[in-house]
């Protein structure tokens, strides 16, 4: 049986097509979570995918109304898909920028409890964070296979290293929510 669950660093994968769209105006930034996740999957059996996010800064809600308001009923579009879970990060103001707080942490635990729990027998990590480089380490000890998507000039080379196969991003696979 092999049993696929994808994990989606959305705020690696937002900057990554928010590049590419520069380039490549074709490339979306609002993408479908669920189709990205059942093209990774292929004829193996989705299990489940895991998206995390912040929620948008609140001053954005007094300084581009439009803008909060697409973002909130994104997330909320997201949440209401099939086989997807949103997890939230935590906002934190320091000298007048926004930084995520507790997002890598909690994607790392989450893959480690799938593992250890045997929810899934392969983990699609969709990040280019090397950050999660032990979870992947560990992961891949107990005998999980391991997959990484990336985007063309984004990724850690050791993240590469120890995962099983390294899948870079087609704009095929980013279809508008």
């Known amino acids: 049986m092999n049993r696929v669950k994808v ?4 705020s690696n994968v937002y900057k990554s097509l928010s590049e590419q ?5 074709n490339w979306i930034k609002q993408y479908d979570p669920l189709f990205l996740a059942k093209i990774l999957a292929g004829s ?3 299990v489940g995918v895991n998206f995390y996010c912040t929620n948008p800064p609140p001053i954005l809600k007094k300084t581009n ?3 909060f308001a697409l973002q909130e009923s994104y997330y909320s579009r997201i949440a209401n898909l099939d086989k ?6 935590t906002l934190t103001m320091n000298d007048g920028q926004y930084f995520e707080k507790n997002l890598d942490t909690q994607m790392a635990v989450d893959i480690m409890e799938g593992a250890f729990l045997n929810h899934y027998d392969t983990l699609i990590l ?5 950050d999660f480089e032990s ?7 107990i005998g999980k296979r391991v997959e990484i998507l990336f985007f063309k000039d984004n990724v850690s080379q050791n993240l590469k290293k120890v995962s099983d196969l390294n899948k870079r991003a087609r704009r095929s696979y980013f279809r508008q929510l």
Do not use: T, Y
Request: charged share 30%; proline share 6%; no cysteine.
């Open 7 to 10: 994990f989606i660093d959305n």
């Open 65 to 67: 109304p439009k803008a």
């Open 21 to 25: 769209h520069i380039v490549d105006p």
């Open 126 to 130: 969709v990040s280019s964070d090397g």
């Open 44 to 46: 193996r059996e989705l």
């Open 84 to 89: 997807v879970i949103v997890h939230f990060g």
């Open 135 to 141: 979870s992947v380490r560990k992961v891949k000890d």
